[in-house]
DNA sequence: TTGAAAGCGCTAACAC
DNA sequence: GTGTTAGCGCTTTCAA
C-alpha cells in the first residue's frame, strides 16, 4: 500500500499525480479541469475537485514556471543611490500599492533596490529573466537606460515615475507639469506677489517649468529658483539659504515633499515661521507631508492609481511594440503650510 | 543548420544543452564545472567556461528551482492591518535591510503585507512553499500564530520583531526591555523626577516593564501612563490628553517613533515646548525621528544587524529543532528632543 | 470527454 | 573525467 500519511511533520506536497489517482482519472484531466483548455464532465470534475481539497493539493509553481515560462511574478526594480529609497515615503508608497496591485492580479512581486546604472539594470533584469518573472517595473534614478539594450533582453518592462518622456518607452508618471501649475497658482491665490523655487533648476523639468511659466502667466514676480536634490539633507540646505536672506521669498514651491521637510527645518531652526513668514507648498502627497510641522499642502501624486496602471499595462500588453507615456494629474492636497484658507 | 541567430529582438536564451553542445561536451559537464559535484579537467572546464560567456548563458532558475526544491528566495510577510506597514518607518527599513542581505546570499525576495491572522499567514506560507521558497521571516502583528500550525506547512520560517519569546519559535527581536531602562535612566540623568510612559500598557510588554522598573529603582515618580497604539494617530491622542493636564509630566517616554512624533504634533499644537516644557525620548531610532521638529532622541534598534541575524538564521539553520530568540541590543541616539546636554 | 506521452531545463546517480 | 539517463511537476499536443 505503500505510506499512509505519517504523523504530523513537513509531509510531502500532494502532486498533481496523487490527484489524478485518487480521483481515478489521468494527470491530464485534472490540468483540465484545474485550467481548463478543454470541457471536462460534470462528474468528473467534481471528483477532481474533491481529491483536490481531500489532500490540500496546491500546484507546483515551479513547475509551471518551467513549463509554461511565466512565474507569474513581477519584478520592482528601485533605483538604489547615495539616498536610500526606502527613507523616500513616496517609493515605500509606491512599492507597496505595486505589490498590492500585482497580488489582486495573483502575481508576486520581486523588489529590489538596484543602483540605476545601465550595466546593473541589465543584470538585474536577467536574473528576473531568468527566474520567468513576467514584467519589470523599473524606476529610474539619475542617468537614462537605452531602451534597446534592455529590450534585448527579451523581458517586458515598463518605467515608472517618469519625469521625461522618450520615444520607444512604454512608460508612467505624474503630470508634473501640471501639479507645478496647481501649486504655484494656490500660493499665488493666497495673495503672495512672489514664489520661490526649490528644486531641479532645468529647462527641461516639468516642476520647474511649470512654476516659470505660471508666475510670468499671472504676472508674478519669480522668488530666487534655489537648486536641490530631492532629499531632505539638501532641501536643509536650500532653506538655510532662504532664512539667511535679507528680504526672504514669502512663498516657496519645493519640488517634493523631502526638500520640503529639510526647507522646514532649517527656517525652524533659524526662527522663521511656517506659514506665517513663508508660505509653503510641496509636491507628492506622501504621509510625512501629514504629519510635519505644520502639515504639508502638496500635490498629491495619484499613486495607486499609477500603481494599478503599471501593472495593468504590462500584464494586458497586446502589441509589445505600441509604446506610449501615460500621464496621471494629481490634486492639491490642503494643510497647513500654505497659510490660513479663508472661505472661497 | 536550423536557425542562426534571427536579426535583433528578443532571442531564445541559451540553455545548458546549447553550452554543452558549443563547448563539445555532454550537459553533465557543463553543471559540474559550473555547480561543482564531480572533477573537471580543466582545459574542460576552460572550454565551457568560454562557451557560457559566448553565450551569455544563465542557469534558468525556474527549471532549477523545480529540480532542486529551491528557488533562491526567501519571503518576508509584514503585518497588514488597519496601519499600512510600509507608513512606519522601522518596518521599512527593516524590510529594505532584509533584502539586501538575502541579496548579498544570493537570494531574492518576496515581500508581502498580509493580514497577520493565522489563515492568511497560513495561506501565504502555502503559497510561498508552491514556488519553492527557502524560508520565510514573518512580522506578527496583533494575535499570535500557532508555530505547530505553520510548522506543519514544512517551509522553514523565522519570527522577526518579536515582543514575546515563546518556545518552540526561533525568533528575532530587539532587546526592548534594555532599551526602555536606557530611556527611562537618560531622562531621570537629565533631572526629571517624573518619567511618564506612553506605549501599551500591559505587564507583559518589555518597554512598559523597562520603563516601570527604572522609575522605581531610582525612586522617582513615574509620570502617568498614557495607552497608545503603534501609530501616529493614537499617539497624538496621548498627546492631546499631556497637553491638557494641570501639571503636564516634564519628561515622556515613547514606546516608538510614530507614537512620539503624534505626541510631538499635539504639543506644538497646544503650545507646549519640545524640550522646554517636556522633554521626549522614543524607540525605534528610524530616520524619520532625525527629522522630526525638534529632532527625537531615540532608543535605535540594530535594524542591520538583526536582519543580517534573520537571514542568517534561516539559511544556515542546520538542526530544524534547535530553536531559540535571539535578542538584540539597541543605543541612545542622542538628539534634540530630550534637552540640552552637558559635557560629561 | 479522456488518456498517453513528450518535453520545459536542470541535477545527480550511475556507468564507463 | 565524462557521458547517459531518469526524473522534478506541470502543460499540451495528438489520438482514441
Redesign the pocket.
Known amino acids: 500500500m505503500g505510506m499512509r500519511e505519517a504523523a504530523p511533520g513537513p509531509q ?2 500532494a ?3 496523487d ?2 489517482r485518487r480521483a ?9 479541469t ?2 481548463g ?9 467534481e471528483r477532481v475537485l474533491q481529491a483536490v481539497a481531500d489532500l490540500g ?4 509553481q ?3 514556471a ?3 515560462g511565466s512565474a507569474h511574478t513581477l519584478g520592482l526594480i528601485l533605483p538604489d543611490g547615495p539616498d536610500p529609497v526606502f527613507e523616500n515615503p513616496f517609493f515605500t508608497e509606491f512599492a507597496n500599492a505595486v505589490e498590492a496591485a500585482a497580488r489582486r492580479r495573483g502575481y508576486a512581486l520581486y523588489m529590489t533596490p538596484t543602483p540605476p546604472d545601465q550595466t546593473s539594470v541589465v543584470t538585474r533584469l536577467n536574473d528576473f529573466a531568468t527566474r520567468q518573472v513576467d514584467g519589470v517595473l523599473v524606476v529610474p534614478g539619475e542617468g537614462s537606460l537605452d531602451p534597446d539594450v534592455l529590450d534585448r533582453i527579451g523581458i517586458p518592462w515598463l518605467q515608472l515615475n517618469t519625469v521625461h518622456e522618450q520615444v520607444g518607452v512604454d512608460s508612467i508618471g505624474a503630470d508634473l507639469l501640471g501639479g507645478a501649475v496647481l501649486a504655484t497658482e494656490h500660493l499665488i491665490a493666497h495673495g503672495h506677489r512672489q514664489v520661490a523655487f526649490v528644486g531641479e533648476i532645468d529647462e527641461r523639468e516639468p516642476r520647474y517649468r511649470g512654476w516659470l511659466a505660471t508666475c510670468e502667466r499671472l504676472g508674478v514676480e519669480r522668488g530666487p529658483a534655489l537648486p536641490s536634490e530631492y532629499n531632505r539633507q539638501s532641501g536643509y540646505a536650500a532653506g538655510l539659504e532662504i532664512a539667511a536672506m535679507d528680504r526672504p521669498p514669502a512663498a516657496v514651491f519645493a519640488a517634493s515633499d523631502l526638500i520640503a521637510l529639510g526647507v522646514l527645518r532649517a527656517l525652524h531652526e533659524r526662527g522663521v515661521s511656517v506659514p506665517d513668514d513663508v508660505a509653503l507648498v510641496s509636491f507628492d502627497g506622501s504621509w510625512e507631508a501629514e504629519y510635519s510641522w505644520p502639515a504639508l499642502t502638496s500635490v498629491r501624486q495619484p499613486i495607486e492609481e499609477m500603481a494599478e496602471a503599471s501593472v495593468a499595462a504590462i500584464l494586458d500588453r497586446t502589441a509589445p511594440d505600441e509604446r506610449r507615456h501615460r500621464m496621471f494629474r494629481g490634486e492639491l492636497v490642503l494643510r497647513a503650510s500654505c497659510g490660513v484658507h479663508r472661505p472661497a
Request: no cysteine; proline share 5%.
Open positions: 510531502r506536497r502532486t498533481r499525480a490527484v489524478a481515478g482519472v489521468s494527470d491530464a484531466v485534472v490540468t483540465y484545474l485550467n483548455g478543454a470541457p471536462v464532465a460534470r462528474a468528473t470534475a493539493y496546491q500546484p507546483n515551479a513547475a509551471r518551467l513549463k509554461s
